[in-house]
């Protein structure tokens, strides 16, 4: 099975930026996307931003709008995400996870969830 455990989160003023991490580890470390998903207080789970794995591909949720970079390290098995210009609507946990599908308007995570770090942006 397998485990992520996210990392990086903080308070940040707003335009301000963070680097989140996720180390992956597990009986299998193989897998079709990776990426990163978030919730906010009282809203259902989103997805931000996925790489997949065979191609190097990258998405980004609309919302995104050029300020968030995903990328890995497969040395480490660390996936990453730079955030840039945060908003305080951005303020959420944020969680990584492996995909069986993602795109632009869609990620479908199918590993089990870690805790997730915490990212509120506010004045």
């Known amino acids: 099975q397998v485990q992520f455990v996210e990392s990086g989160g903080g308070l940040v003023q707003p335009g301000g930026s963070l680097r989140l991490s996720c180390a992956v580890s597990?009986?299998?470390?193989?897998?079709?996307?990776i990426g990163w998903l978030r919730q906010s207080p009282g809203k259902e789970r989103e997805g931000v931003s996925c790489l997949i794995s065979r191609d190097d591909d990258k998405y980004y949720a609309p919302f995104v709008k050029g300020r968030f970079t995903i990328s890995r390290d497969k040395s480490k098995n660390t996936v990453y995400l730079q955030m840039n210009n945060l908003m305080p609507e951005d303020t959420a946990v944020y969680y990584c996870?492996?995909?069986?599908?993602?795109?632009?308007?869609?990620?479908?995570?199918?590993?089990?969830w870690g805790q997730g770090t915490q990212v509120t942006v506010s004045s």
């Open positions: 597990g009986s299998s470390t193989d897998y079709f996307a």
């Open positions: 996870n492996t995909m069986q599908a993602c795109g632009t308007y869609y990620y479908l995570p199918v590993g089990s």
